[in-house]
């Protein structure tokens, strides 16, 4: 379905509000936790599988809506995915019984698996194979803004009250909702959305598992798992080996993280499409890995708090780089499994959002070290599985 120049860059900036609205929702309740943890007398474990239940139910669902995305259209899953995040918002801030936080973390997590493939596959639909990997960069960007942008915001809006941050990302999500109702169209028609859909059979967790491990996808899911891994590890136990080995204040610790995520966006933003033209993903992929390995083995004996900025800005940008470039080659691969392979990829990434904060804790409980060590040994094991890494595009338009 072709589109004037005009009214795809509209839809493209839609796509971009919703997905930084999304994550400037998560973003907006970070400063609140602790104290709501205190008012509702909720322990640290509690809060854990919280993050959990997030995490899982984005897992189980992802694959599921990756099929979907392509049998009911973009349009659709985008929108539902917006109003299940607002009525998981409201659900949190009206919620008095620690079973109904539970139920609002599940439903964010369904939100997300909805929202992420339909943006994902919404822009593959809308670029061209040249423009995609500067697109994806500009999703990445969106994401990680509304990272920077949600506790900042987030910690003012909990001045009219604990709860109103909660409030607050269920409005922004509703009228993101009703906003794109107005303004997008599906990208595909509904011949085009049939013929995806008659590839593919109903959707099934396990079989979908079972085809990712093909050798045409593998290989870059497991780099979106590590990916996703190393980077949920880093930040859960960041914090605490920054209080640790420095005792920086909260403060020191929010600045590092604000200056290192605004370099990573400024850096996306500017320069990822022409990197990745010199580059090629393959190898932007590989830089990306290598520096993150390094610079993870480097943490355990970096000192001061300049060094330690410099040294989080470097990672905050390889990870920040590797995921468009990521997100990037698996849609071009994907060939007409733009839905399926969009699932996956959320799939992947909440295993890691799973495995990672959990594996990251009990290490450093065991020194302070080991995250960072393991977390560069996980990557050196990604580089090495893209020095065999043979890209089959054709293969992939011909899986089913």
């Known amino acids: 379905m072709k589109k004037s120049i005009n009214e795809q860059k509209t839809i493209f900036i839609i796509l971009l509000s919703n997905i930084f609205v999304a ?5 907006l309740i970070i400063p609140v936790m602790p104290s709501f943890m205190k008012i509702m007398h909720l322990s640290g474990s509690t809060m854990g599988y919280l993050v959990a239940a997030f995490a899982i139910s984005q897992l189980i669902t992802s694959p599921f809506a990756g099929r979907w995305v392509d049998r009911f259209g973009r349009k659709k899953m985008i929108i539902l995915g917006l109003l299940i995040f607002s009525l998981s918002e409201l659900i949190f801030g009206l919620g008095t019984h620690v079973s109904i936080f539970y139920f609002s973390r599940i439903l964010g ?5 909805f929202i992420m493939p339909a943006v994902t596959a919404y822009v593959a639909d809308i670029t061209t194979l040249k423009e995609r990997s500067k697109a994806m960069g500009y999703v990445s960007a969106a994401i990680s803004t509304g990272f920077i942008i949600g506790p900042g915001a987030g910690g003012f809006i909990a001045g009219f009250g604990i709860r109103m941050p909660f409030f607050f990302a269920s409005a922004i999500a509703l009228i993101a909702a009703v906003t794109s109702v107005f303004i ?4 595909l028609s509904t011949e085009e959305r049939h013929q995806l859909s008659s590839h593919t059979k109903e959707s099934n967790f396990i079989k979908d598992l079972k085809r990712s491990i093909h050798p045409v996808y593998f290989i870059a899911f497991i780099i979106v798992f590590v990916m996703a891994f190393g980077l949920s590890a880093y930040e859960t136990v960041f914090s605490l080996f920054s209080d640790h080995k420095f005792g920086f204040t909260p403060k020191d610790i929010a ?3 604000t200056i290192s995520s ?3 966006v400024v850096i996306q933003v500017l320069l990822f499409g022409k990197l990745v033209n010199k580059l090629g993903e393959k190898r932007m992929i590989q830089l990306c890995l290598i520096t993150g390995a390094i610079l993870a083995f480097v943490s355990t004996v970096m000192s001061g708090f300049l060094t330690v900025l410099l040294v989080t800005c470097f990672i905050f940008l390889a990870f920040d780089l590797l995921r468009p470039a990521l997100t990037a080659h698996l849609s071009n691969m994907a060939s007409n ?5 969009a699932g996956m990829n959320s799939t992947y990434t909440s295993l890691g959002n799973i495995f990672g904060p959990a594996l990251g804790g009990i290490l450093f409980d065991l020194n302070i070290h080991y995250p960072f060590l393991f977390a560069g040994f996980v990557m050196i094991v990604g580089l090495g599985l893209t020095m065999v890494w043979k890209e089959k595009k054709n293969d992939a338009a011909a899986l089913n």
Do not use: D, M, R
């Open 262 to 264: 605004i370099v990573a």
């Open 23 to 27: 994550f400037l929702g998560i973003g």
């Open 337 to 341: 499994q733009q839905g399926f392979v």
């Open 184 to 187: 997008l169209k599906e990208s």
């Open 109 to 113: 997590g369904v939100s997300a698996a």
């Open 255 to 257: 600045t590092i993280i």
